[in-house]
Structures are given as structure tokens and as C-alpha cells.
Nanobody, 117 residues
Framework: EEQLVESGGGLVQPGGSLRLSCAAS????????MSWVRQSPGKGLEWVST????????YYADAVKGRFTISRDDAKNTLYLEMNSLKTEDTAVYYC??????????RGQGTQVTVSS
């Protein structure tokens, strides 16, 4: 069974940091581009970041550029999202997804990130 499992979410104060992880199983992780997408309360899915195969390229939404860093470890079948300088508007459920710069494709169950003082 193809599966993505996110972890690392939580409650953090504005300006704080979190590192999300996504463990992939059931498919050959290294041959796929991977992304993070998020969904804020009352809003639709929003693409956040993509990393290509072999980490050759990374892409970010304007809203997170300069604050978030996507990375992957193909030996561990794991995708990461380092989030710094968090803002209240970053509050959302974060999903890792098997896609390239979209919100479609295989997705995990998500991990909640809440930025609040």
C-alpha cells in the first residue's frame, strides 16, 4: 500500500520554528518529485513547496519563500519541511504530497501546525 505519514506539527509562538517530516512507504520514493501543501481553516488546499528528484531543484510559494526549506533523504524515504520565522497565517494542516507544484496526487493524513501566542 502506498502511504505518506506526516509528523512534527504542534503549537508554536510567532517567530518560532518547526520541522515537519513525512515518511513514505509502498512505492519507490526516489523517483518522484515531492511537495508540501497546506490547508488553513475555511480555505482550500494551497501548494507550499516542491523538491524534485535527487534534490536538483526546489520551489516555494511566495508566502513562504525565505522562511521554509524543503529537503529529502531518499535513503530514508523521508521528506522534510523546515519552517522558520513562523507567522499566524502559517496555521494550517500540512500534508506531504506526491506531485510537482500542485495540490493533487497521493497525500498523507496531515499534521496540524498552529502558530499562536
Amino acid at each position: 500500500e502506498e502511504q505518506l505519514v506526516e509528523s512534527g506539527g504542534g503549537l508554536v509562538q510567532p517567530g518560532g520554528s518547526l520541522r515537519l517530516s513525512c515518511a513514505a512507504s509502498g512505492f519507490t520514493f526516489g523517483i518522484y518529485h515531492m511537495s508540501w501543501v497546506r490547508q488553513s481553516p475555511g480555505k482550500g488546499l494551497e501548494w507550499v513547496s516542491t523538491i524534485t528528484t535527487r534534490s536538483w531543484s526546489t520551489y516555494y510559494a511566495d508566502a513562504v519563500k525565505g522562511r521554509f526549506t524543503i529537503s529529502r533523504d531518499d535513503a530514508k524515504n523521508t521528506l522534510y519541511l523546515e519552517m522558520n520565522s513562523l507567522k499566524t497565517e502559517d496555521t494550517a494542516v500540512y500534508y506531504c504530497a506526491r506531485n510537482y507544484k500542485t495540490t493533487s496526487g497521493l497525500r498523507g493524513q496531515g499534521t496540524q501546525v498552529t502558530v499562536s501566542s
